[in-house]
């Protein structure tokens, strides 16, 4: 078994091991650890045969500057040495990084599959919770930041280490006074750089939210860059993006603003002229007196400056470390969350009835978003749901698909609790219809058999006739083979369409439909409104209204307010009662009429 094959091996028990507390880079990494010790092991060798040829040349130098004839013979072995030790050197430098390599490319695969098919069953509110510039971090950034880890870090460190270690074992044998000499650089520069790292843990926090704000602006630009220019809005998204970039680099300028200073003096007094100095200075003085011979200055003078460039390695992995110790808590909360709990004894629903028993749900444990719902959706009818903002009008829809589990009370589909029902026959069941479409990078045909990525071309076809966005997709450069943000750019209403072939494809039974018109202009809105005509025809429809006039003919319409259902019935019993729904709907035509 090759050390690769030996790390995916290991690499593959990774997502279920129990949370330890603490940094997550001792669980993540641990799997690796047998590899990482032979690597660290390697470097080791390396870098103490890195400081041979230094040796090597101090000693060549005290053998010619000796008094006396000159023993060539043993300057000569003298080099020898010192270049099998060079070449000793890069063998085992190479053999390590080689092994370190092969098996951080393992562990970044698995990280970022294990992570992905974790993300493939966590409940569909856990995205509502977290922007996708979070997400992506975890899965992309996060993974790279861990491969200086496994890549480097921990060799990088067993060098910085080592290769100090080796040279001061060598200069303590020459004059034990001058070594210590050579080692106040390096207690000055690691009193400094104390300094710099105070509170680094709390201000890499404040760091990563503001990097989260810009990836998620920068994200949410590019993906509605086309929908914002068709509406006018690009110069105010654009706006957005530059205002949350600003920030970021205001509060990162203030923070490096106040580690200039030690960085400066840090790597000043750890820089070789500053130890040459220091070495001379001493050494030259101890000269003087008769304390020490000149030509034993020698290997000071070539060791020395090299011993806090080492140290200076040791702090830029310690940096890493402190990176990784966040990256590896942000990919354990992906890969720890928990999954959409599925019954071990799934139930296939007989029918569409929909039925809201009693149903309550919070977010926190301690306020209720919706609270006491009861409602029917009987099969083929259109219920619709209005309140204000805040009335838990989209909570209550998005229950239905199970984006979480009720606090209270239950949500059944034929007479079979929604928790009881597998998740692929669920969505078989409901399809979702949301105003913020997003379009996968991949071809317009493989976007609407997204359900069915089977479905033969004129199956695709239909269903975006129907959508009434078949002509529009023939106008695209490469047709249903386009790709979705490179050759194919859409307006808001035109992926809309896109969205609800994909729907109509997909045939489910039961619709959650988020108006998709709230945002349209009215051509694009006549346009979608025939689409989803064709869509909801047979179907039962659960759609939150956010223009009332698009639902008067719904069959029963329900008013939420504070999580609770307040008036129900059709248009015309709920203006009849001249209550909350009555106002909102004069208030609609006046918005409408002023508009």
């Known amino acids: 078994m090759t050390t690769a094959e030996a790390a995916s091996a290991q690499l593959a028990g990774i997502e279920q091991e129990a949370r330890p507390p603490g940094s997550q880079v001792g669980r993540l990494v641990a799997p690796l650890r047998p590899t990482i010790a032979v690597a660290c092991l390697l470097q080791a060798i390396s870098s103490a045969f890195g400081v041979m040829p230094f040796i090597a040349v101090a000693e060549i130098g005290r053998v010619l500057l000796a008094e006396g004839p000159t023993d060539e013979g043993k300057a000569w072995l003298i080099a020898g040495l010192g270049a099998g030790a060079m070449l000793l050197q890069f063998i085992f430098k190479m053999a390590s990084g080689a092994i370190t390599h092969l098996a951080d490319v393992d562990f970044q695969f698995y990280l970022r599959r294990n ?116 509406f006018g809005q690009a110069r105010r998204s654009y706006r957005q993006f530059v205002e949350h970039a600003n920030r970021f680099v205001d509060y990162f300028w203030e923070w490096v603003r106040g580690q200039i200073p030690w960085i400066s003096a840090g790597n000043t007094v750890m820089s070789p002229i500053f130890a040459m100095v220091v070495i001379l200075a001493i050494g030259l003085g101890m000269t003087a007196s008769g304390a020490i011979e000149a030509i034993d200055l020698l290997p000071f003078i070539i060791l020395g400056p090299s011993l806090a460039a080492a140290f200076l390695t040791l702090s830029f992995a310690q940096n890493d470390l402190m990176l990784a110790h966040r990256a590896a808590d942000r990919v354990a909360e992906v890969l720890d969350t928990p999954s959409l709990p599925e019954s ?110 089977d479905a033969p071309l004129d199956e695709v076809v239909a269903a975006a006739k129907t959508a009434q966005i078949h002509e529009r997709i023939l106008e695209l450069p490469s ?51 025939d689409a989803i005509s064709e869509l909801i025809v047979g179907r039962t429809l659960l759609v939150i209204a956010h223009r009332l006039h698009t639902i008067v003919g719904a069959d029963q319409i329900c008013v939420l307010d504070r999580g609770q259902i307040i008036e129900q019935g059709t248009h015309d019993q709920l203006l009849a009662l001249e209550g909350t729904y009555r106002r909102l709907w004069e208030a609609s035509r006046v918005a409408e009429v002023v508009g």
């Open 344 to 453: 071990e004894q799934a139930r296939v629903p007989v029918g569409t009835r929909v039925a809201f028993e009693n149903v309550s749900f919070s977010y926190d444990g301690e306020n209720e978003a919706v609270r006491g719902i009861d409602l029917t959706l009987e099969p083929g009818t259109v219920t619709a749901l209005v309140g204000p903002s805040g009335s838990g009008k989209s909570t209550l829809a998005r229950l239905l698909p199970r984006f979480w589990d009720t606090s209270e009370g239950r949500i059944t589909i034929g007479g079979v609790p929604v928790d009881e029902i597998s998740s692929n026959e669920l969505y078989r069941n409901v399809g979702l219809v949301f105003q913020d479409v997003q379009l996968l990078r991949m071809s317009i045909r493989d976007n609407i058999a997204l359900s069915r990525p």
């Open 115 to 230: 992570m992905a098919a974790q993300l493939s069953t966590v409940p569909l509110g856990w995205f509502n919770d977290r922007n996708a510039g979070a997400v992506k971090k975890a899965l992309e950034d996060d993974v790279s930041t861990l491969h200086h880890i496994v890549g480097h870090s921990y060799t990088n460190i067993v060098g910085a280490v080592v290769t100090p270690v080796t040279a001061l074992i060598y200069l303590f044998i020459i004059d034990w006074r001058m070594a210590l000499a050579a080692l106040i650089p390096i207690v000055g520069g690691v009193f400094l750089y104390a300094f710099m790292y105070r509170g680094f843990s709390q201000k890499m926090v404040a760091y990563d939210r503001a990097l989260e704000d810009v990836n998620a602006s920068s994200v949410a630009f590019v993906q509605g860059i086309a929908v914002v220019k068709t």
């Open 479 to 529: 047709g249903y083979d386009s790709i979705a943000g490179e050759d194919a750019l859409f307006s808001g209403g035109e992926a809309q369409r896109v969205s609800i072939a994909r729907a109509i494809l997909a045939d489910a039974p039961i619709l959650v439909l988020d108006e998709a018109t709230a945002f349209a202009d009215p051509e694009a809105e006549a346009s979608i409104q």
